[in-house]
């Protein structure tokens, strides 16, 4: 008898433990990434910035390692990716962006003063700018999750405009401009 | 006294000129446009303009070429800055500091409704961007004395899948 009402009290509880733990599951939560002195997590001692989640991939700037640098984490695998030929010592980068299969990733970087907005591919580990023909200041891009478009400011007008141009670097054949 | 009335008429007609221009429904104007965000096919492009006499973000369609309501999404006591947009570009989450801080907003078109994210979260917040199938949401987090990363997990019900 005492056993019956015990495991009638202990499946009680474990429905409702269960009943909590589901309910907290559907909505909004904040996941953990504590800080790694390592500097092989998402979050250093160190700044962290410009966060983007795409997919699995989540891009950002740090300056864990002395200078402002582009860094992928695997929100999966929880670990940082390789981006070989990406970061070089005479480049600071800012405000990154990545296409959902992970691999093109822009940003904008600045070179000895001028400003360009670089587009990486993790595939080829190749890096290239797509403004050089554009003698203005760039800055914020975005990349369309298909890889495919690539938007950002530039202020050749005079003011700050928002250019579009394809993937290989040509502005995007549309009327962007107040006639 | 004609040559002063002549000179007022003339630049009246150039001041409607440059507002002309100004409402016409091209994706940049004669003002600030900054904080382009693409969609997930690249058709729609979310942004922060000066034009119209006020600072707002604005959702442009490419493909059709026109500007798309965002109804309660700007409000006339607040500045709406960063957007980051989802897929089809349903979910909109920007920084509107209405209350005297900085928070990170959720805005469904669906719904046309608009979800504090950060509501009593402590510290200050920046920079949110919100993944293409509207799953996560990251923004930068000063509670730590230093800028860091928080994620967001809204879980796997209504997401922006194409």
């Known amino acids: 008898m005492k056993l019956a009402v015990r495991s009638v009290l202990a499946v009680l509880v474990l429905a409702i433990a269960l009943s909590i733990l589901l309910i907290s599951c559907s909505g909004p939560q904040y996941l953990s990434f504590p800080l790694d002195p390592s500097g092989r997590s998402l979050n250093s001692p160190y700044a962290e910035l410009s966060p983007k989640a795409v997919s699995q991939y989540l891009v950002f700037v740090s300056d864990r390692a002395g200078s402002q640098d582009v860094y992928v984490y695997h929100l999966n695998e929880r670990k940082l990716l390789d981006l070989p030929e990406l970061n070089s010592l005479d480049m600071t980068v800012a405000d990154p962006d990545i296409s959902r299969d992970g691999r093109y990733i822009v940003f904008a970087g600045n070179r000895q003063g001028k400003s360009d907005i670089y587009l990486y591919d993790r595939h080829l580990y190749k890096l290239r700018s797509l403004t050089s023909s554009l003698s203005a200041e760039v800055r914020n891009p975005s990349i369309s999750a298909d890889g495919d478009t690539i938007a950002f400011e530039s202020n050749a007008q005079g003011q700050w405009d928002i250019f579009i141009y394809t993937r290989a670097g040509d502005p995007l054949d549309i009327s962007t401009n107040p006639r | ?162």
């Open chain 2, 1 to 162: 006294m004609g040559l002063i009335l002549f000179t007022f008429l003339i630049s009246c007609q150039q001041n409607t000129a440059l507002a002309c221009s100004d409402s016409l429904n091209s994706l940049n104007s004669l003002h600030t446009e900054e904080q382009p965000a693409l969609s997930g096919d690249g058709q729609f492009i979310a942004y922060v303009s000066n034009r119209n006499g006020t600072r707002g973000i604005l959702l442009f369609d490419l493909k059709d070429q026109k500007f798309i309501d965002l109804p309660r999404l700007n409000r006339p006591d607040a500045i709406a800055e960063n957007p980051s947009i989802s897929n089809t570009a349903r979910y909109i989450v920007y920084v509107a500091s209405d209350r005297g801080r900085a928070d990170i907003q959720l805005y469904d078109r669906v719904t046309e409704q608009v979800q504090v994210l950060t509501a009593g979260y402590r510290g200050w917040v920046r920079h949110p961007s919100i993944s293409p199938d509207g799953r996560y949401i990251t923004f930068e987090t000063g509670s730590n004395g230093q800028w860091d990363i928080e994620v967001i997990d809204r879980g796997t019900i209504e997401l922006d899948v194409l």
